[in-house]
């Protein structure tokens, strides 16, 4: 298509089709890159996945767990913190 409009435009037919495949030149060198850095993103996955998990858990045990016991239900908040840890553990443990 690119060497058909350079034609078009008064480029001579050789240059435009060097031009042209030249243009088509970057696609499997940056096919390979791509490769490789889907290769590497997947070794860095578990390691993403372990930092997000330990954000949560310090916004839940620095915001979420004072913010429920500061009302007077610290029974019910301790409650409901190791009911929700417990499922958790069984879920992760069942459907993994």
Known sequence: MIALVLAGAGMSRVKAFLIGAASGVVEPIFALLCAWLVSFAELLLPLS???????????VSHEVIPESRRNGHDKLASLGLLIGFCLMMVMDTALA
């Open 49 to 59: 996945l372990a930092l997000a998990a330990g954000a949560m858990l310090l916004v």
